[in-house]
Antibody, heavy 119, light 110 residues
Framework: QVQLQESGPGLVKSSQTLSLTCTVSGGSISRGGYYWSWLRQSPGKGLEWIGHIYYGGDTNYNPSVKSRVSMSADASKNQLYLNLNSVTAADTAVYFC???????????WGQGTLVTVSS | QSALTQPASVSGSPGQSITISCTGTNSDVGSYNLVSWYQHHPNRPPKLIIYETNKWPLGVSNRFSGSKSGNTASLTISGLQADDEAHYYCCSYAGNNIVFFGGGTKLTVL
């Protein structure tokens, strides 16, 4: 079974770049067939899909963050990366990485990591 | 594109059935049978309980069932149990490899 673990700074200053890593075990991110996604949940709010990367490197992003986000992957480390630039307090959230066989559902999730944007 | 619309809260007694609605548009829920539902307990990752509108992932109880009519998808939980108390989120494919979530519904088991 695929397992995911998010890591990265818990505190980011406003206007700077949020960078997170998702380490995958139990399956290769380069094997194909999986969509590797980032999602978040802001305090007191619902889940928001940020975007995904497919094993060939194709990416798709939520229009709400598309101008600020980039995702990448390193198959040799079996890791996924999220970069979100020009952050504001509205980007404070628990960030999850997740995956599934199809773009439209998320079968395996990481535990999530809290990122707070400070002024 | 807006998030899908869910009721903020629902409640029910143990053993009863409840239904949570998820209303979208004819660009997402109405166009695709690709709605998924997630159960989210505090301090745990969300858990997939329904995918492709009415399919169960391996190991998920059939007390959870999904359906759709027009632009509205629904999650029904039968035989309510105390552990069902959680937030529930719907998610729909919206074309162009993009998905959107609902705002979430808090289920209280009385």
């Amino acid at each position: 079974q695929v397992q995911l673990q998010e890591s990265g700074p818990g505190l980011v200053k406003s206007s700077q770049t949020l960078s997170l890593t998702c380490t995958v075990s139990g399956g290769s991110i380069s094997r194909g067939g999986y969509y590797w996604s980032w999602l978040r949940q802001s305090p007191g709010k619902g889940l928001e899909w940020i975007g995904h990367i497919y094993y060939g490197g194709d990416t798709n992003y939520n229009p709400s963050v598309k101008s600020r986000v980039s995702m990448s992957a390193d198959a040799s480390k079996n890791q996924l990366y999220l970069n979100l630039n020009s952050v504001t307090a509205a980007d404070t959230a628990v960030y999850f990485c997740a995956t599934g066989y199809r773009v439209h559902y998320f079968q395996y999730w990481g535990q999530g990591t809290l990122v707070t944007v400070s002024s | 594109q807006s998030a899908l619309t869910q009721p903020a809260s629902v409640s029910g007694s143990p053993g009863q059935s409840i239904t949570i609605s998820c209303t979208g548009t004819n660009s997402d829920v109405g166009s695709y049978n690709l709605v998924s539902w997630y159960q989210h307990h505090p301090n745990r990752p969300p858990k997939l309980i329904i995918y492709e509108t009415n399919k169960w992932p391996l190991g998920v109880s059939n007390r959870f069932s999904g359906s759709k009519s027009g632009n509205t998808a629904s999650l029904t939980i039968s035989g309510l149990q105390a552990d069902d108390e959680a937030h529930y989120y719907c998610c729909s494919y919206a074309g162009n490899n993009i998905v959107f979530f609902g705002g979430g519904t808090k289920l209280t088991v009385l």
